[in-house]
């Protein structure tokens, strides 16, 4: 979000917000290391990074056979070469456009500071990022103590006595106000912030 505020969107909230919220109101599968230069829109199959085709278009199938046909393919390479995916940045991909076509996303509501987890799922939502006048709001997502017999891994849990691994319950779960950043200060310290980590 930082990046993008300072870089793509030329520090104009109202162009980020139109874009990241407006414009794809299904909401974001992925932006990370996105190019922003290329149309949004979700890629269900990875192109290859040597001739753009997807993984399927490699495989060889014996005469007559194909994907999806339970015969197994022929283990050499339909196109000479060996699938390997395009490690340059992709398309942002929206769950709206390109290959997804999902409906609109009601909004999340969290109470931030007084996050009670009842409408915003801080067990499974673990960053959250306001998109706030002054700056970034971060929240992160915090555990309250397990009980006695429970060792927390992650957003799983291991009973001891049974060796299971459990998920734990949503209820133990809220966002914490991590901070608001001012869009005018420094760039937050990344690593520092990590540590909110749950
Ligand atoms: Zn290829
Ligand atoms: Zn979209
Ligand atoms: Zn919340």
Same mark, same amino acid.
């Given at each position: 979000?930082? @990046?993008? +505020?300072?870089?793509?969107?030329?520090? /104009?909230?109202?162009?980020?917000?139109?874009?990241?919220?407006? *414009?794809?109101?299904?909401?974001?599968?992925?932006?990370?290391?996105? *190019?922003?230069?290329?149309?949004?829109?979700?890629?269900?199959?990875?192109?290859?990074?040597?001739?753009?085709?997807?993984?399927?278009?490699?495989? @060889?199938?014996?005469?007559?056979?194909? #994907?999806?046909?339970? =015969?197994?393919?022929?283990?050499?390479?339909?196109?000479?070469?060996?699938? @390997?995916?395009?490690?340059?940045?992709?398309?942002?991909?929206?769950?709206?456009?390109?290959?997804?076509? @999902?409906?609109?996303?009601?909004?999340?509501?969290?109470?931030?500071?007084?996050?009670?987890?009842?409408?915003?799922?801080?067990?499974?939502?673990?960053?959250? +990022?306001?998109?706030? *006048? *002054?700056?970034?709001?971060?929240? /992160?997502?915090?555990?309250?103590?397990?009980?006695?017999? +429970?060792?927390?891994? /992650?957003?799983?849990?291991?009973? +001891?006595?049974?060796?299971?691994?459990?998920?734990?319950?949503?209820?133990?779960?809220?966002?914490?106000? =991590?901070?608001?950043?001012?869009?005018?200060?420094?760039?937050?310290?990344?690593?520092?912030?990590?540590?909110?980590? #749950?």
């Amino acid at each position: 979000m930082w @990046e993008l +505020y300072h870089g793509r969107f030329e520090r /104009s909230l109202p162009a980020m917000r139109r874009t990241l919220i407006d *414009d794809h109101p299904a909401g974001w599968s992925t932006i990370n290391r996105a *190019d922003w230069h290329q149309k949004p829109g979700f890629v269900a199959e990875q192109p290859c990074g040597t001739c753009g085709s997807a993984f399927v278009k490699h495989l @060889e199938w014996p005469p007559g056979a194909g #994907p999806g046909q339970g =015969v197994p393919a022929t283990g050499r390479n339909a196109l000479g070469h060996a699938y @390997e995916r395009d490690q340059r940045p992709q398309r942002p991909q929206c769950l709206c456009h390109g290959d997804r076509h @999902e409906e609109d996303r009601k909004p999340i509501v969290c109470k931030a500071s007084r996050c009670d987890g009842s409408t915003c799922d801080p067990g499974f939502i673990m960053w959250v +990022y306001g998109l706030e *006048d *002054d700056g970034l709001r971060i929240l /992160s997502c915090a555990r309250f103590a397990e009980p006695p017999g +429970y060792e927390t891994k /992650s957003l799983a849990i291991v009973n +001891y006595r049974t060796g299971a691994l459990e998920q734990l319950p949503r209820a133990w779960y809220r966002h914490r106000d =991590v901070g608001l950043y001012p869009w005018k200060g420094a760039e937050p310290d990344w690593k520092i912030l990590n540590r909110w980590a #749950p």
